[in-house]
């Protein structure tokens, strides 16, 4: 999350991302070479405050502000992001199949703490 170090400002645009990437897996069943394409299909964030949000993106770091969510109180959250995958198999090199379902996988929250910024007037005479 954006900014980093855990705080964040009530009323500030909080960026959210996630760096899942594809990957690949192959094991051996029966005899037989499996290979596994795994991807990230959905996200599914929880902002700690009761809001949610639905995305086929795992958002991006700023500048380029795609998840964003709006605290409006003060006080700790935890927000977390659940990662659904989808899969396609083949078996010996074979033709590519998708894999019925997906899988989703919950994260972890993590601590935020939302402040208020208070306004103070420097430099006046």
């Known amino acids: 999350m954006q900014p980093p170090n855990g705080r964040t400002l009530v009323n500030f645009k909080t960026n959210f991302y996630t760096e ?36 086929r993106s795992g958002g991006s770091p700023y500048p380029r502000l795609e998840i964003t969510h709006r605290y409006l109180a003060e006080g700790q959250v935890g927000p ?6 989808a899969a396609d198999w083949r078996v010996n090199g074979g033709a590519w199949q998708p894999v019925p379902g997906t899988v989703t996988i919950p994260g972890a929250p993590v601590p935020l703490e939302v402040v208020e910024a208070t306004p103070t007037l420097v430099g006046y005479r």
């Open 80 to 85: 977390a992001v659940d990662t659904t995958y």
């Open 20 to 55: 899942t990437e594809p990957f690949t897996r192959t094991i051996t069943l029966l005899g037989q070479q499996v290979e596994l394409r795994i991807r990230p299909s959905g996200f599914g964030w929880r902002f700690g405050d009761g809001e949610e949000l639905s995305t």
